[in-house]
């Protein structure tokens, strides 16, 4: 998909944050893998079952549910959720032991894709539920409590969104100044080495007033940054207020009259889908940060054509031009796969090829894994893994030398940092500078939420770091610590 949205992205999956520790309450553990879409999905599931009593826990041993949130885009990740699931049994076990009571719940991409085969795997689990009937959660939980094994990955009818609770100005608080917004779900493309059409289905926006009514309780919050989500968030659209059909250049355009939200993003694009609108939002909105995240996935047209992206590589690259053109200090990222069926060196060499003349800011790049179902994983023309991994050094030691250089020309530019969380060291805060990178500042320079203006100093190797312009060069000894 064009989620880019990976574990690979984002780190080691995360559990998400404790909230409303209460004795009393029972207690829910959420482990969220893969993309920023789970991660959204995550909290609501949260805020659904906080209605139900729940409160949140970061300990797995003290839950009385523990719910996985997974992800089916590669092997290894749909993988990773049965090890787990193996060391959740030992701690079932141990908890019946002291008369306590675990419901073991799998959610995500795996239970869509692979629904009662979970539980015929690994019968510890108590309930299944794909990411289409979340807003039945609740009371998928209370049935299975009951002794019923569910398996819900049935598509519902009725609107998910509409049926989740919004989350509580408290919950919002406490998830931080940043915040996604699912707005799309769904994609109707049918890249041949993709998942996502058979595990979210179509293709569904959000409606726009749905969209203005949850970014501005985002805002009234606190939350400055929304980034908008879709597994092809460019193929948002919706009805206008006014009775008209809104892209999400349009949309941007609205969102970006919130006060107090200061800053946009969204996630992740498809290329046919850029059209002249969302184009002229990164030229006209100061708000919306110049950062695209835009995948290509190959640069030779063979492989583009045999993994269906309905765009060659020419296309993309007259794409790029646009976009510059309209906004020139956008920094790009992609995503990347080498060994797909049929791959060969000189195929390769055309990936290195544009790789080198977009020149990314940042990027993701993963060994081809043929997914059951998908039309990849039937072609007889399989790349051998070894010639795989030979291609993706090479390829990922040249997008680290382009992320690294573009972080290097930053040193000695002022730019607006995003003050997100306290850093790894005390006295430090980290934020985002508006191409995404950490950037790293004594936590004098201001509070969390602010946005200051600060010059890059030095540029670590996962960190960017600064001084604030209006500080004079003794206070910012305390920000040159170790790198995050
Ligand atoms: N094998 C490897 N990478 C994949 N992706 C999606 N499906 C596969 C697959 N079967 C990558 C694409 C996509 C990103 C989220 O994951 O690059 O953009
Ligand atoms: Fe993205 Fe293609 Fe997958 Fe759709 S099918 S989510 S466009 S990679």
């Given at each position: 998909?064009?989620?880019?949205?990976?574990?690979?992205?984002?780190?080691?999956?995360?559990?998400?944050?404790?909230?409303?520790?209460?004795?009393?309450?029972?207690?829910v553990?959420?482990?969220?893998?893969?993309?920023?879409?789970?991660?959204?999905?995550?909290?609501?599931?949260?805020?659904?079952?906080?209605?139900?009593?729940?409160?949140?826990?970061?300990?797995?041993?003290?839950?009385?549910?523990?719910?996985?949130?997974?992800?089916?885009?590669?092997?290894?990740?749909?993988?990773?959720?049965y090890?787990?699931?193996?060391?959740?049994?030992?701690?079932?076990?141990?908890?019946?032991?002291?008369?306590?009571?675990?419901?073991?719940?799998?959610?995500?991409?795996?239970?869509?894709?692979?629904?009662?085969?979970?539980?015929?795997?690994?019968?510890?689990?108590?309930l299944?539920?794909?990411?289409?009937?979340?807003?039945?959660?609740?009371?998928?939980?209370?049935?299975?409590?009951?002794?019923?094994k569910?398996?819900?990955?049935?598509?519902?009818?009725?609107?998910?969104?509409?049926?989740?609770p919004?989350?509580?100005?408290?919950a919002?608080?406490?998830?931080?100044?940043?915040?996604?917004?699912?707005?799309?779900?769904?994609?109707?493309k049918?890249?041949?080495?993709c998942?996502?059409?058979?595990t979210?289905?179509?293709?569904?926006?959000?409606?726009?007033?749905?969209?203005?009514?949850?970014?501005?309780?985002?805002?009234?919050?606190?939350?400055?940054?929304?980034?908008?989500?879709?597994?092809?968030?460019?193929?948002?659209?919706?009805?206008?207020?006014?009775?008209?059909?809104?892209?999400?250049?349009?949309?941007?355009?609205?969102?970006?009259?919130?006060?107090?939200?200061?800053?946009?993003?969204?996630?992740?694009?498809?290329?046919?889908?850029?059209?002249?609108?969302?184009?002229?939002?990164?030229?006209?909105?100061?708000?919306?940060?110049?950062?695209?995240?835009?995948?290509?996935?190959?640069?030779s047209?063979?492989?583009?054509?045999?993994?269906?992206?309905?765009?060659?590589?020419?296309?993309?690259?007259?794409?790029?031009?646009?976009i510059?053109?309209?906004?020139?200090?956008?920094?790009?990222?992609?995503?990347?796969?080498?060994?797909?069926?049929?791959?060969?060196?000189?195929?390769?060499?055309?990936?290195?090829?544009?790789?080198?003349?977009?020149?990314?800011?940042?990027?993701?790049?993963?060994?081809?894994?043929?997914?059951?179902?998908?039309?990849?994983?039937?072609?007889?023309?399989?790349?051998?893994?070894?010639?795989?991994?030979?291609?993706?050094?090479?390829?990922?030691?040249?997008?680290?030398?382009?992320?690294?250089?573009?972080?290097?020309s930053?040193?000695?530019?002022?730019?607006?940092?995003?003050?997100?969380?306290?850093?790894?060291?005390?006295?430090?805060?980290?934020?985002?500078?508006?191409?995404?990178?950490?950037?790293?500042?004594?936590?004098?320079?201001?509070?969390?939420?602010?946005?200051?203006?600060?010059?890059?100093?030095?540029?670590?190797?996962?960190?960017?770091?600064c001084?604030?312009?209006?500080?004079?060069?003794?206070?910012?000894e305390?920000?040159?610590?170790?790198?995050?």
């Amino acid at each position: 998909m064009e989620q880019n949205l990976t574990t690979e992205r984002s780190g080691s999956p995360a559990s998400i944050e404790a909230e409303a520790k209460s004795p009393t309450r029972k207690k829910v553990f959420v482990k969220t893998y893969g993309c920023q879409m789970n991660v959204y999905d995550s909290q609501r599931m949260a805020d659904a079952l906080a209605q139900d009593g729940y409160g949140l826990t970061d300990a797995i041993e003290d839950a009385d549910l523990v719910l996985l949130n997974t992800c089916h885009i590669r092997e290894k990740a749909a993988e990773k959720v049965y090890s787990e699931l193996g060391r959740i049994r030992v701690l079932k076990e141990e908890r019946a032991r002291q008369g306590r009571e675990t419901m073991i719940g799998v959610a995500g991409c795996v239970a869509q894709a692979e629904g009662q085969e979970i539980l015929r795997r690994a019968p510890v689990v108590d309930l299944v539920i794909g990411p289409q009937t979340y807003h039945r959660l609740p009371s998928v939980v209370r049935r299975a409590r009951a002794g019923e094994k569910i398996v819900e990955t049935e598509y519902a009818i009725e609107d998910k969104f509409e049926h989740l609770p919004a989350p509580e100005r408290k919950a919002v608080r406490s998830r931080g100044v940043t915040a996604f917004l699912t707005v799309q779900e769904g994609c109707d493309k049918f890249c041949t080495f993709c998942v996502v059409p058979y595990t979210r289905g179509a293709e569904v926006s959000r409606p726009v007033s749905q969209v203005v009514a949850e970014a501005e309780r985002l805002a009234e919050a606190g939350v400055r940054e929304v980034t908008l989500l879709g597994q092809n968030v460019n193929a948002w659209h919706g009805e206008g207020p006014d009775g008209s059909e809104w892209g999400l250049g349009r949309l941007l355009f609205r969102l970006a009259e919130i006060p107090g939200l200061d800053r946009l993003r969204y996630t992740t694009s498809h290329p046919r889908d850029m059209d002249d609108e969302l184009i002229a939002a990164h030229r006209d909105l100061d708000k919306l940060m110049p950062y695209l995240h835009l995948p290509v996935q190959a640069g030779s047209d063979r492989i583009l054509k045999a993994m269906n992206r309905r765009h060659t590589a020419a296309d993309y690259m007259r794409l790029i031009e646009r976009i510059r053109a309209a906004r020139p200090d956008i920094a790009m990222s992609g995503d990347f796969i080498v060994g797909f069926p049929g791959e060969t060196d000189e195929d390769f060499e055309d990936t290195m090829r544009i790789v080198r003349d977009v020149n990314y800011a940042q990027a993701f790049s993963f060994k081809y894994s043929p997914r059951p179902g998908t039309p990849g994983a039937e072609m007889d023309n399989q790349v051998p893994e070894e010639v795989k991994d030979e291609r993706l050094q090479r390829l990922q030691a040249l997008l680290a030398e382009q992320q690294r250089a573009f972080a290097q020309s930053l040193v000695g530019r002022e730019i607006d940092l995003l003050l997100e969380k306290p850093g790894r060291i005390d006295g430090q805060l980290v934020g985002r500078s508006p191409w995404l990178q950490p950037v790293i500042v004594d936590e004098r320079a201001g509070r969390i939420g602010d946005i200051i203006r600060v010059r890059i100093t030095r540029a670590g190797s996962h960190s960017l770091f600064c001084q604030p312009v209006d500080w004079k060069a003794d206070l910012t000894e305390a920000a040159k610590g170790g790198s995050v």
